[in-house]
């Protein structure tokens, strides 16, 4: 229990948390152990976790907040961990995560209700998908919103206006005239795993 209580310290608040996101355009999105050495010596404040398994997420969290950075781990991608609620609990308990991103609502949920931060994850395939995405509008269990493809500015401009949530544009934005923007359409950061946007 003592050791639970520590890592509990560790967690940034959701204050906190909305403090550094606005003041971070580039969030680095972490596929694999050669990001992560490049990820935790640059100066981005927030790193998203893409990879890893039930038995290596444990020290890849570490080091990163060994680094001092803010990180979330993407839990629908970690190998060997389930859909279900003891997957947050297996985080919680044993990593130093200060939250996760899932496009799973009842992961989010659960997560809330450990303390850790939640960021769900929307993927806008067409028109339908952004149609159900609305409706699931206003995510009280998300502390952001992250939307995917992030360079179809039409519609993060859409999201934004729907929600009072922090939105987060990713995937596919591979250079810096795409993070601009992604920003200059109300995203406050954008997530990738291009190293050369850090």
Do not use: W
Not at 55 to 82: E, F, W, Y
Not at 91 to 109: C, F, M, P, V
């Amino acid at each position: 229990m003592q050791n639970i209580l520590i890592k509990k310290k560790n967690l940034c608040s959701l204050d906190f948390f909305h403090e550094v996101l606005h003041s971070t355009p580039v969030i680095l999105a972490v596929k694999s152990m050669d990001g992560l050495e490049k990820s935790i010596t640059g100066s981005n404040r927030i790193i998203f976790v893409l990879f890893g398994d039930i038995l290596s997420i444990p020290d890849i969290v570490s080091k990163i907040k060994d680094a001092g950075k803010i990180v979330l781990v993407h839990v629908d991608l970690i190998d060997g961990l389930t859909s279900r609620d003891i997957v947050v609990d297996f985080i919680a308990e044993n990593t130093r995560a200060d939250g996760i991103l899932s496009t799973k609502t009842n992961l989010l949920k659960h997560a809330k209700s450990r303390g850790l931060l939640t960021v769900q994850r929307f993927f806008v395939l067409d028109s339908l998908s952004l149609v159900n995405i609305e409706k699931q509008f206003p995510l009280d269990y998300a502390d952001a919103v992250e939307i995917l493809p992030g360079v179809i500015p039409k519609v993060i401009r859409r999201i934004v206006k729907l929600i009072d949530k922090p939105v987060i544009a990713g995937g596919l934005v591979l250079d810096k005239e795409e993070v601009r923007e992604a920003l200059e359409a109300g995203a406050v950061s954008v997530s990738s795993s291009n190293m050369d946007l850090r």
